[in-house]
């Protein structure tokens, strides 16, 4: 049988010891050491250690076997060790977030059967690679769950349909409203810590940072995140909330839709989340998603019961964001109202348009003063060339349509916006055959009016589409 070696930074660590292939024997033989480093390698004498799962900045986390149960149940232990130099105030932080974990597991793991179940938290000491000095690791063993999490499945398979991604919103929503009631808010939700195991149920893993919230205690997070999933108010080291578990869930449903980092998906220009282009949604989904992704705690959604509420008007196959299958205007009521507790519900969502991608208003503005713009000066070089207005207009419609749908699919970005019309009109300045006789200042004017007509009717249209779907 083989048997994997704990100790950290162990050069051999795999051992293989033929006795122990005799079950009988497994089940007696008081202790094995590692042939390398002489770790002893049955933990707690009971659970013995097969291969590594995975190793991260506080330790590791092991495949086992506890040799006191009938069928040798496989489990996982993970080991506290941290690397890195931390000072002693860092130490102790990163302790006693694996102490959290394991209470957190023991007080909730046996009463969800989608949260893992917890066996055992023990420490243990061995002498070290020095004469006389001694090292001390902790454990804790908790369920093994067989499968996959979302992140290798996202790997494998592609983005995730609507129906898969409603499928985790309401199982994980459960998970999420079962553990905020106890008063505990699990602050590192990402695709990875979401396990579905060979059966299809999904688990909520690693509770290694979560934080249990009392009416008298600092709620302040401890500045323990996964960068780009976490909420501005836990990145900031401030108060966190119910609803800064949802942000995350969130932004993990919104890389599982399109595919993406979700460092790749926020603005920080606009600040804000730019994913619908990536991906074919229903609006009444976007809504529920966009409303999850507000800045402001007090803006999102308040509770995971809340966001089930809305859910249950989501069918198994829902339109896609260019479909007319959904009304809006009841849309917009169910989700901006999810329960029946006029003191429990957030503000509502700003609107987003299912006809139009993700665009903040200034971003439309501006695009719409560029596309005004630079269709004047198409059009008076193209009168200049042709002499025929209708032709010259035809045309250039035809080329402000294409550039249109380019900032639409988002092929022309920020400094485009600025590039083209400057070089445009450079054109323009320098031959003067393409003024059609009216000067540059003239060029300038009405290229100009036709940049305000452009962000009026853009506005026009804006506030029409506001009230439509309000």
């Not at 931390?86 to 969800?112: C, H, M, S, W, Y």
């Not at 790749?264 to 992704?293: E, R």
């Not at 903040?360 to 005004?372: D, H, K, N, Q």
Request: aromatic residues 10%; proline residues 6%; neutral net charge.
């Amino acid at each position: 049988m083989e048997v994997y070696c704990t100790r950290p930074h162990c050069p051999r660590p795999q051992n293989y010891f033929p006795d122990l292939d005799n079950t009988a024997t497994l089940r007696t033989v008081q202790q094995k050491f590692c042939s390398t480093c002489g770790m002893p390698l049955i933990l707690a004498g009971r659970y013995i250690p097969t291969k590594q799962l995975g190793r991260g900045g506080f330790g590791a986390a092991f495949l086992a076997r506890d040799r006191y149960t009938p069928v040798m149940r496989e489990c996982v232990v993970k080991q506290f060790f941290p690397a890195g130099n931390l000072t002693p105030a860092q130490l102790k932080i990163a302790l006693d977030l694996f102490e959290r974990e394991a209470t957190v597991l023991e007080e909730i793991g046996n009463q969800n059967d989608q949260i893992p179940d917890l066996f055992a938290y023990f420490p243990v000491i061995v002498e070290g690679s020095s004469p006389g000095q001694q090292e001390q690791f902790f454990y804790l063993v908790q369920e093994y769950i067989d499968g996959l999490n979302l992140e290798e499945e996202l790997a494998q398979k592609g983005s995730f349909s609507e129906p898969e991604i409603v499928e985790v919103l309401r199982e994980i929503l459960k998970v999420l409203d079962f553990v905020h009631h106890k008063d505990i808010i699990h602050r590192d939700i990402k695709p990875s810590n979401i396990m579905r195991d060979k059966n299809g149920r999904l688990f909520l893993l690693d509770f290694g940072a979560v934080k249990q919230v009392t009416k008298s205690a600092n709620t302040a997070s401890t500045g323990i995140y996964s960068q780009g999933f976490a909420p501005p108010e836990q990145i900031s080291g401030g108060q966190v909330f119910p609803s800064s578990d949802l942000y995350a869930l969130a932004v993990t449903i919104i890389t599982l839709l399109t595919n993406k980092d979700a460092t790749q998906l926020f603005d920080g220009f606009s600040n804000q989340w730019q994913w619908q282009n990536h991906t074919n949604v229903s609006p009444y989904l976007a809504k529920i998603l966009n409303k999850m992704l507000q800045n402001a705690a007090n803006k999102r959604f308040q509770s995971a019961s809340q966001i089930l509420e809305a859910l249950k008007n989501v069918g198994n196959s829902q339109p896609s964001s260019k479909q007319a299958a959904i009304n809006p205007q009841t849309t917009a009521t169910q989700i901006n109202n999810p329960v029946n507790n006029p003191g429990n519900n957030p503000p509502s969502v700003p609107k987003q348009r299912a006809s139009v991608q993700q665009f903040s208003t200034i971003e439309m503005l501006v695009g719409a003063g560029f596309s005004g713009f630079q269709g004047g000066l198409i059009a008076i070089a193209l009168i200049s060339l042709v002499k025929s207005p209708i032709v010259a207009l035809l045309i250039s419609g035809a080329i402000l349509t294409i550039l249109i749908y380019a900032q639409t699919r988002r092929w022309l970005e920020r400094f485009d916006l600025l590039i083209i019309p400057t070089i445009t009109f450079a054109i323009i300045y320098f031959v003067p055959l393409l003024q059609a006789n009216l000067g540059i200042q003239t060029v300038i004017i009405l290229s100009g009016a036709a940049g305000l007509v452009a962000i009026a009717l853009t506005s026009l249209f804006w506030v029409i589409g506001d009230f439509l779907i309000s």
